[in-house]
């Protein structure tokens, strides 16, 4: 069956409303104007989609998917609205009437920006959240190896929906589940399949996006820049994506899996040193990323430990010829190794108990919320052995600091740095994502974590690639800059954290952003700029 998407747009808005007006307290009003703006043309009410601050749901919705609590506090900027389209044409006129209104429009998945910029706001503009967690249905073209997928749905759903219709179906996207499709796509969307098939956002084939006149549009009718710039030039820039086409990837009835964990003192770091020699050239069906935490070990001691997770698209047997012939320094040894489904692998990458059912990622039951903060670098030239030594001090540092790395290679090695946005193809061996998550919300506990990281990340320095040094877009780092108000924004100003996302593609998005949003109308802290 395919996805019956309506693209037709009701008659204009009214064109004339009064100003908006706030009222002094801590809470703030909407003018009724907006509401009915809202709600015309549409056959629902205003209580099936529309949370005002006076609703007595809003902060259930808007907590819903907000996962990172240090945007989660009283001084936190609240939006005066979250709306949860039921239809496109809620879409619509949230596009239409927040423009006429002067309102900022977050547009919400999962809720997983690192910088909480899919439902708060740091510029202190007045601003509503656009959350499409109603928008979720996903439908598997059967025979064509394709699918449609909106953007509120999660990792974790499509990927069940995808291995309902075949065993040998997958798709080659994040170890989240859930997080929502939408962002993760806009992004880039890097897992465990993408030395095989590349990223999330290589593997797109046509979208649905309403754009700044309110208008539906696909792939040809949007034009190849447009779709071009939402492949990986992150989300909340060019328009409210609400669905994606995807191509469908093969995989076997049996994957393998394994996590070999090693100390420093058992040899981890010598392994680890191995792997960035080889862990970008093995097999394409191979892949092995590197968790590197400090762990307790006795006395009151701490050491650093290695954790080696991989997955491999065949068998025991087959991953054991791999290894022995190209990493026989790893060890591994077919008791460390599982095989299952690629759906149940999906599970095993997202920490699930064993023998949880598969179920359980269609549920949407959202991850315990946490303090946290996060950062990216990419490695081009393996780090050299002293130099290690140094980083795994400094991990010791922190109190649980989180290092992921996760290989470049094979096929991404064979996509050209402009095919989309996403510039981080040949020549880059891995890249890394400092991660830390607490539990203490004092405003001295995360000082404490902020600044441990921005130490770190200092520190890294002449490890890591250079001019500019890269970094992923889907962790979102307000540290690398940001832009002004919407008035006020600089591609100039912007290029300090838009070339360390996207190198050269970043004038490319500018150039469509100045396109098809002349007036900066979807702008945030970290938006794409537009180049007129």
């Not at 509120?152 to 069940?160: D, I, M, P, Q």
């Not at 909340?236 to 049996?254: C, T």
């Not at 540290?479 to 490319?508: E, H, P, V």
Request: overall charge positive.
């Amino acid at each position: 069956m395919e996805l019956n998407i309506n693209t037709k747009l009701g008659p204009y808005l009214l064109a004339g409303v009064l100003m908006v007006f706030f009222s002094s307290g801590s809470s703030q009003r909407l003018d009724d104007k907006y509401l009915q703006c809202l709600l015309k043309n549409s056959n629902a009410t205003k209580s099936e989609f529309v949370f005002t601050q006076q609703h007595t749901k809003y902060s259930s919705v808007l907590q819903s998917s907000t996962i990172n609590l240090r945007y989660s506090t009283s001084k936190t900027p609240k939006p005066l609205a979250i709306i949860t389209p039921l239809t496109y044409s809620h879409v619509q006129s949230a596009v239409l009437c927040s423009q006429t209104f002067k309102f900022r429009i977050r547009i919400r998945s999962g809720g997983h920006d690192y910088a909480g910029l899919s439902y708060t706001s740091h510029d202190q503009s007045p601003f509503v959240v656009l959350d499409l967690k109603e928008l979720r249905s996903v439908t598997i073209q059967s025979g064509k190896n394709t699918a449609w997928v909106e953007s509120g749905a999660t990792n974790g759903e499509l990927y069940y929906w995808v291995s309902k219709e075949s065993k040998n179906l997958g798709f080659p996207a994040g170890f989240g589940p859930t997080v929502g499709i939408g962002g993760h796509i806009s992004g880039g969307g890097f897992g465990s399949m993408v030395r095989k098939y590349g990223l999330a956002a290589d593997n797109i084939v046509d979208a649905k996006i309403i754009d700044v006149k309110g208008r539906i549009l696909d792939r040809k009718s949007m034009g190849e820049d447009l779709f071009w710039a939402i492949r990986g030039g992150g989300g909340g820039s060019f328009g409210v994506v609400v669905a994606w086409k995807v191509n469908l990837v093969f995989v076997p009835e049996k994957v393998t899996v394994f996590s070999l964990f090693k100390t420093l003192e058992q040899g981890g770091s010598n392994l680890f040193n191995k792997w960035q020699h080889v862990g970008h050239g093995l097999s394409q069906d191979l892949f092995i990323r590197v968790i590197i935490q400090p762990v307790q070990v006795g006395n009151g001691k701490r050491t650093v430990e290695f954790i080696f997770n991989s997955m491999f698209l065949g068998s025991v047997d087959q991953l054991m010829k791999t290894v022995s012939n190209s990493f026989p320094e790893l060890g591994l040894q077919g008791k460390d190794c599982s095989e299952m489904s690629w759906i149940e692998s999906v599970l095993y990458f997202a920490n699930y108990p064993r023998g949880e059912s598969v179920n359980v990622l269609k549920d949407r039951k959202p991850e315990p919320k946490s303090y946290f903060n996060g950062k990216s670098d990419y490695v081009k030239d393996p780090i050299r052995e002293e130099s290690l030594k140094e980083i795994w001090k400094w991990c010791l540092e922190g109190e649980r600091p989180i290092l992921i790395m996760e290989p470049h290679g094979g096929k991404m090695n064979e996509i050209e740095e402009t095919r989309i946005p996403y510039p981080h193809r040949k020549g880059y061996l891995y890249n890394i994502q400092y991660f830390e998550k607490w539990e203490d919300g004092s405003i001295e506990a995360s000082e404490k974590h902020i600044s441990w990281m921005k130490r770190i990340y200092e520190n890294m320095t002449p490890y890591v690639s250079k001019n500019p040094r890269g970094a992923y877009v889907n962790y979102r780092d307000l540290d690398l800059g940001s832009n002004g108000n919407a008035n006020n924004t600089s591609y100039l100003k912007a290029m300090q954290w838009g070339n360390k996302y996207f190198r050269g593609n970043f004038r490319r998005l500018a150039m469509v952003k100045g396109k098809v949003d002349p007036q900066n109308f979807f702008h945030f802290e970290q938006s794409i700029p537009p180049l007129l």
